[in-house]
């Protein structure tokens, strides 16, 4: 279920960054971009956060809507993240902040730490 966390919106930005504010969301979104991930990949790909800031972000990622949690039933439980077409949408969306970030790492020669950009 899609939830609203902190109306009211003074624009239409603020809406967005309500939802993917943070430092590890859009990380996070840029994972599951590549690939869907079982939480111990998720954390893996994502050097420096926690298990605890991770479960967090997840769970608020999938209450608004933007990341799919299946839970299969096996022996060990098998738990997958996924984007769901909000997902896709929102990081397609953050396509141009990324491209902004890229010039302004090459300008300021900043070599990301992960091989994509």
């Known amino acids: 279920m899609t939830r609203v966390r902190n109306p009211p919106y003074i624009c239409a930005l603020d809406a967005a960054m309500d939802v993917v504010g943070g ?4 990380l996070i979104l840029w994972a599951l971009d590549e690939r ?8 893996r ?4 956060v926690s298990e605890k800031v991770l479960a967090q972000q997840l769970r608020e990622l999938e209450a608004d809507g933007i990341v799919r949690r299946t839970v299969f039933k096996e ?3 098998r738990v997958e993240y996924e984007l769901t077409d909000d997902g896709i949408a929102l990081y397609a969306a953050l396509g141009a902040l990324g491209e902004w970030g890229a010039r302004r790492m090459h300008k300021l020669d900043i070599v990301p730490t992960h091989g994509k950009e």
């Not at 430092?23 to 859009?26: E, G, S, T, V």
């Not at 869907?36 to 954390?43: D, T």
């Not at 790909?45 to 420096?48: A, K, Q, V």
């Open 45 to 48: 790909s994502l050097p420096g």
């Open 36 to 43: 869907l991930h079982r939480f111990g990949e998720l954390r």
């Open 75 to 77: 022996t060990p439980p």
């Open 23 to 26: 430092k590890w969301k859009a």
